[in-house]
């Protein structure tokens, strides 16, 4: 799927998540982006936006939560998109309650949902509400751990390129204590391997460095989890791309996110690319963070 395919974005999700941010980058990659457009009015911005020759370009409209009839009119919205024969993407932005607590409290500002409850009210209101829309999005970006220029790259790594080959995969290497990545489509879990934390030599080290990787890759099991997994991932990824998924996060586990899943992600990312027809990039969520 290239970028003519995708060539009209949404961008939605919890308040406080990045949107405006999101919106920014896209605009930098010179996108025509809208921000804060009712779902309603969708349709009439893609036609208008063909009447001054940007639908063959990049579109994007941000839409939130503010409308009660939100989910209703978003899906409506999009399905008469599609039926007009303009390919929809939806993007969602994620957060944690307590990162967006933290950052409604920063800036002073209260939930758009909240009324007069409490702000933890207005944000639970609205995850009820946009609960239908994450789980039908094509991309979800959690930006707990984000600070703005990050969720930038992100944006621009997903949407910055011309002509890039078939699915795009995120590799994320996480550790279990810290929690699973919400924005994760598969997840496969090292805890199985013998763990390079006890040993005293490999314990400074993370699964980038040579002596880990080596030694995560020579425990049984770890070559015939990755000959098993690349060839799951090549049969999703073809279904994937069959059914219009443009994008995919591929988490990996280990208990820290420190060596076995970080030498783990090396592994399959280096495969997956090997194997041509996907965009493969590969990130550390927990590396250093002991």
């Known amino acids: 799927m290239n970028e003519r395919e995708s060539a009209f974005v949404i961008v939605t999700g919890m308040s406080g998540a990045g949107r405006s941010t999101a919106a920014k980058a896209l605009e930098d ?53 599609e039926g007009r024969g303009v390919a929809v993407r939806v993007v969602f932005l994620e957060a944690s309650d307590e990162e967006l607590v933290r950052r409604f409290e920063n800036v002073r500002r209260p939930h758009p949902l909240q009324g007069d409850g409490r702000l933890v009210d207005g944000i639970a209101r609205e995850r009820g509400i946009l609960r239908e829309v994450r789980a039908n999005a094509d991309l979800v970006i959690d930006t707990s751990n984000l600070n703005v220029h990050e969720l930038r ?14 699915l795009r995969v995120n590799v994320v290497s996480f550790g279990y204590k810290y929690g699973l990545p919400v924005d994760a489509d598969l997840v496969v879990d090292c805890r199985f391997l013998p763990n390079p934390h006890w040993v005293p030599e490999l314990r400074p080290m993370n699964g980038l460095d040579a002596p880990v990787r080596d030694y995560v890759l020579n425990q049984a099991g770890a070559k015939e989890l990755l000959d098993a997994y690349e060839e799951v991932v090549g049969i999703i990824a073809a279904g994937y791309t069959r059914e219009g998924k443009g994008y995919a996060t591929l988490a990996v586990g280990c208990t820290g996110g420190k060596h076995r899943s970080v030498a783990m992600a090396e592994q399959i990312g280096g495969r997956l690319r090997d194997r041509g027809g996907m965009e493969v990039q590969v990130s550390h969520r927990d590396v250093g963070r002991e």
């Open 29 to 81: 990659l010179g996108w025509f982006v809208i921000d804060n457009l009712p779902p309603g009015l969708l349709f009439a911005m893609a036609e208008e936006a063909g009447r001054v020759k940007l639908a063959a370009d990049k579109v994007a409209a941000v839409v939130d939560v503010r409308s009660l009839a939100f989910t209703t009119d978003l899906n409506a919205a999009i399905e008469e998109l």
């Open 153 to 166: 790259g992100k944006i621009v790594a997903f949407f910055g390129g011309e002509d890039r080959p078939g």
